[in-house]
């Protein structure tokens, strides 16, 4: 039971930290971005930046339409990579698409039919 305790403690403090630090890089990161992003212009060389000229919106507009595109209508961005998933899928798991499990103890490779 105290070898129990002890391990819980020495686990638990180890969970603290790990969760402590992922706080601490997600607020960094905020601030970062606020900065960056939104903070005022301190150099002078940088006031005279240009925005987007004419070639970076002809690549950025198709990269935004296509990213709404496939969020919004995913069926010929899915259909297009249909084939070459089931090859691979046949490849790697030859008994998916017939409906018998892998043999395998991985939770991720079980069917969900037969997780408990």
Request: net charge positive; glycine share 4%; hydrophobic share 40%.
């Amino acid at each position: 039971m105290v070898r129990w305790y002890i391990q819980e403690q020495i686990v638990g403090s180890k969970r603290t930290l790990a969760s402590r630090g992922s706080a601490r890089a997600a607020a960094y990161l905020l601030w970062l971005y606020q900065r960056t992003m939104f903070g005022p212009v301190t150099h002078e060389d940088d006031k005279s930046l240009p925005t987007l000229n004419l070639r970076e919106y002809g690549v950025l507009l198709p990269l935004a339409a296509s990213c709404l595109l496939d969020r919004h209508l995913p069926k010929p961005f899915s259909a297009y990579i249909e084939k070459p998933v089931q090859r691979i899928v046949q490849q790697v798991n030859p008994a998916f698409y017939q409906g018998t499990p892998a043999t395998s103890s991985h939770a991720c490779c079980t069917p969900a039919s037969e997780v408990k």
